[in-house]
């Protein structure tokens, strides 16, 4: 009786090693993964499918809480198509608040000449003394997204949302992404902005993603729509005005296209953030202006 007692003991000790070992074994692999995602080239889809989530439907707000491509503008080059050209402007653009602290103003003015070493220590000052910046948030966002770091650009943009979830540059900015990372269902990243649109009828931003996104699916008259939309709202990004140029070069309406271009060479020219090739612009505006009236580029 007592070997059979001493048989049984052995085998539940046994058991019960084994039930501990495999739920460490468990948790360990669980922590590994979880740690390997922000290193991912682009956002695993069950984070996509979660920060999409998100974007759609925010937390309310706590009180005391508040693979994009780079442009290629080659404008006088490219032929009339019908699928999404190299030059158009991807990026998601931040309204410029009324008012804003000097160190925002000059973290932005190094944005938009293009000193990107300047602009990202700026921004990181400005987080090193509050984690949770917004401005600074976004800005790094969009630096990231210049130097093709989805993945970075992707961490910011989820900082922005988890610490301001009704801000609508944040949501715009995750949906853009995961769209153009292809982790997401482009008619659910669709439908998902027109929400934010609805949410929020005078942001410029769901409107020139949405331009973005029906440009990659050849749309383009729905593109051009979209990219209006978003000028009518904020007059003077010149990024805004040049994708509206685009889609109405596609669309083979010269004369409008050329006004939308003068007016982003002009926005461009009064200091504002661009990510197209100044003189491919002005090289495809001479190109334009230089057709006989009803002619084809």
Known sequence: MSNLLIRFLCLLLVAVSGYFGWQIWALESRRIAVSAVPHAVSPQAVVADAALEAAAHPAPSLP???????????????PMETSAPEDIVLRVHH????????????????????????????????????????????????????QDRGAAA??????ALNAYPQDIRARTGILALAAASGQADASAVEGRLKNLMAEAPQAATPHFALGNLLAAQGRWREAQNAYFEACRRDRTNPDFRYNLAVSLDVLSQPRLAAEQYREALAAAAAG?????????VEARLLVLQALPEGGAP
């Open 95 to 146: 309204a410029r608040a009324s008012e804003t602290p000097t160190a925002v103003q000059q973290a932005r003015a190094a944005l938009a000449q293009g000193d990107l070493a300047r602009a990202e220590a700026q921004f990181s000052a400005l987080l090193a003394v509050e984690p949770h910046h917004l401005e600074a948030l976004l800005g790094l966002a969009e630096i990231a997204l210049r």
């Open 272 to 280: 504002a953030p661009t990510n197209f090739a100044v003189p491919a």
């Open 64 to 78: 005391g809480k508040a693979k994009a491509e780079p442009s290629r503008a080659t404008p006088e080059r490219r």
């Open 154 to 159: 992707w961490q910011f943009y989820q900082a």
